[in-house]
């Protein structure tokens, strides 16, 4: 049953009794989509079958957070607010026009109330997912969205092979189970689909896992790397790097020592940006 719920925009809310979680439709009357699309009803065992994790990459203790409560409690309330700054939103756009073709289907995964999309390119679908319903309902370009705690669950009731891109923004470092939630990806991607975790040096340091607050950039960038590395299925990850006072991701004639501060994540001034990206199965070439 659907119920439209008071809001500044049309958002709808769909409860499933077979769904963990709740969907909302925040899209206008023209663009909305099949809701059934989203959600798993009758999948064969071949198509719902997730990739295997080859490894564990966190021990228990890389796991723990400083903040033990639920995610979900920690967000029961909107923050209306950007987490990293303006060169750090421009370059990750850049290269969200470079890697995502237009009219394809994207997840924005652990997405917030602010789209880093190319204003320019239009999508097929994008559907988001968060902690907060508030925050999702006023990202513009979410079609779709549902609210679920990825360290409770990492289940997506997703059809596999349904996207062709998924997104994490700044967001991977709370993670608790990283390696289940990167095979759930695998699965939801189409071959050939891309998945893209961008970060920087900030944190809620208290909700982020032991492994993350303790690290280096350099270690974080490794981190996420082996995340992708312990699932079969993905292709070998792609760094991508922008540090403070360089030119196109490209260092600059710094001398050595300052270069390799930058790489520690002790330089001071703009965000850093790193990006760690990989395909499912295969890199496609496109004309």
């Not at 409560?69 to 990750?92: C, E, G």
């Not at 969200?96 to 994207?106: F, M, N, S, V």
């Not at 320019?120 to 990202?139: C, D, F, P, S």
Request: glycine share 4%; charged share 25%.
């Amino acid at each position: 049953m659907i119920t439209i719920q008071p809001n500044s925009k049309p958002w709808q809310h769909l409860s499933s009794s077979t769904s963990s979680y709740q969907l909302f439709n925040i899209s206008s009357e023209t663009k909305k989509l099949s809701v059934q699309n989203l959600i798993l009803n009758s999948i064969s065992d071949q198509d719902n079958k997730k990739a295997k994790i080859k490894r564990l990459v966190l021990s228990q203790e890389g796991r723990t957070k400083l903040d033990i409560r639920p995610d979900k409690q920690f967000y029961d309330y909107p923050r209306f607010v950007t987490h990293v700054d303006d060169k750090f939103i421009s370059t990750l756009t850049n290269v969200y026009r470079q890697k995502l073709r237009a009219d394809t289907e994207i997840f924005d995964l652990m997405s917030s109330w602010i789209s880093h999309l190319p204003g320019e390119v239009q999508y097929k679908r994008v559907v988001g997912h968060g902690l907060n319903a508030q925050e999702l309902a006023r990202n513009p370009r979410l079609d779709y969205f549902f609210v679920k705690d990825l360290n409770q669950d990492q289940d997506f009731e997703l059809e596999s092979c349904s996207f062709d891109a998924v997104l994490c923004t700044v967001s991977v470092q709370y993670l608790q189970q990283p390696e289940k939630v990167f095979t759930e990806v695998c699965r939801i991607l189409r071959p050939g689909g891309v998945f893209i975790v961008s970060f920087s040096n900030r944190l809620f340091y208290e909700k982020a896992i032991s492994a993350w607050r303790e690290g280096t950039a350099y270690s974080r960038v490794q981190l996420v790397t082996q995340y992708f590395q312990c699932v079969e299925g993905f292709t070998q990850p792609e760094i991508i790097r922008k540090l403070p006072g360089t030119g196109d991701g490209v260092q600059d004639n710094k001398s050595p020592l300052s270069w390799i501060m930058g790489l520690l994540g002790f330089m001071s001034g703009s965000d850093p940006f790193y990006a760690v990206v990989a395909y499912k199965n295969f890199k496609p070439i496109y004309d």
